[in-house]
């Protein structure tokens, strides 16, 4: 290593050992000042034939926990540098290896050195960026362990593994070469999915594990594998305007003023995390209900929206677009188009304007012309396609406001982001009421994924916080009137995006159902999807029946009568077992006057 700000990414990895060059013909000489790291990882100085005086003295400065030594060093010198050396600092002894090596030279090292490195005999001392054949391993007589080294790359992997399976003491894989970008600087995708990749194979306890994977996006746009923009070639040049300017429009300190002021003044957050006593008391833990019921238009949605009118204005856009299920998106659109003053369109399946009028009749009052989308199930995920194929045919002056972590890249992650302020209060206020920032559970409901999204983010690193995600299950999981997609899901792609998707075996879409406009929708967004994948997040999938039933027992028991997509994530406390001392965080994400007609139906009210 050799960059400070790269120092700090990789570390982040938690490599086991850091190499640091103090060879001066190195390209990768090192010379700076190593940043500070977590304190599992071991830095290692690398030298080539230097005076024990030297080593001794960078050890020092730079509080090494182990040396490489590169170079023709004798068994002597390994001797006087172990008397010198503090007995906790490692010494690693490296050979170059080709189809002659004789392993008996080794011999005479395995008690002044702990570990062998074994690297391909190449032009340089290291970084040669090949590998040797590693058949001859098979011939290795000791019992001392080794690291592997020599132009280690993605494609040995495989190899390396097989290796790993023998008898071999295979203690390290070490690589460097075939992940930089240019010497000394390593390509931090790279590292990550050797890291990822070998955790597999090597045991790594969970906390460890969990702070390596990262569960948000690459620059790709992938969340592991799920993700992408697979889209038409006449959306590309919007998608791509969107990508480039996103994180830096969004980081500018005039937006963040800006997105911050409105969330606060108009839609009124924070939003409180409510200790629901009598809830609690009953299940026998302690039960937080983060309030996004309380936010302007009655739910989470505002808070996306808000963040992207105000990228559609500093892009310059005078038309607005949105699909809605519920309606609830479409009223949070609809609103901040009136407060912008821009031109605003709804798409809705037919079906969801009959369940939620109350929601037509608002989006009407303010100003918004609402478009029935006639096709498929007449729900969500038709009003989508009609949004798609109204933004193809207007490129230039139209801006599409998606309502859930789904779509094309960087949707999910720009969504996601815009949402993340559900958890970054939870963490405040639960450092303010609990004494910590961390809850044992978090809770949420997933139709696309947003407010489950904004509800995990900033734990989503975090491996003392459990993460359980809330499905529709309709009338049952194996009914065929359902949303449950993880439950049903297979890879797929919808709307953009390369997600988990409930399909027919020639890859149609299934119609989905459930009671709950908000969640039906036949996939999850690409970071769900993979939550699911790596059993970061755990899934569960709730009727409508268990849902309406939380939609009375949350009203009657704290007056709250929830949406019916939040009423779904309150089932959970039925299915799961709490300790008392447990802190558990369910997201309201929104308020039930939309379904007001829904319960009226289902109860006889
Ligand atoms: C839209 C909506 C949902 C579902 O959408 P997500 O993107 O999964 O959050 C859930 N709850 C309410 C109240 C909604 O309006």
Redesign the pocket.
Known sequence: MKYPDNIIEVGTLLPDYMGFIFWEKSARYFDGVIPDLPKSIKKVGVFVNESIEVILAKAQKYNMQAIQLHGHESVEFCQELRDNLNSSIEIIKVFSVDDAFDFEVLKPFETVCDYFLFDTKGKLPGGNGTTFDWKVLEKYPSSKPFFLSGGIGIEEMEAVKEIAKTNLPLYAIDVNSKFEIEPGLKNIELCRNIRRDALQYVSTDNKIKNKIMSYNVNEKGYYGEFGGAFIPEMLYPNVEELRQNYLKITAEPEFQAEFDSLLKEYAGRPTPLYFAKRLSKEYNTKIYLKREDLCHTG???INNTIGQILLANRLGKKRIIAET??G??GVATATVCALMGLECIVYMGEIDIKRQAPNVARMKMLGAEVRPAMSGSKTLKDATNEAIRDWINNPVDTYYII???VGPHPYPDMVARFQSVISKEIKEQLLEKEGRENPDYVIA????????AGTYYHFLEDEDVKIIAVEAAGLGVNSGESAATSALGKVGVIHGSKTLLMQTTDGQITEPYSISA??DYPGVGPMHANLFATKRAQFISITDDQAMQWGIKLSKMEGLIP?I??AHAFAVLDEMKFKPEDVVVINL??RGDKDLSTYIDYFKL
């Open positions: 739910a989470h949605k299920g519920a609830q998106h309502g859930s972590v409901c997933v139709g696309g994924g947003s407010n489950a908000g969640l949406a997509e939040s994400s929104g």
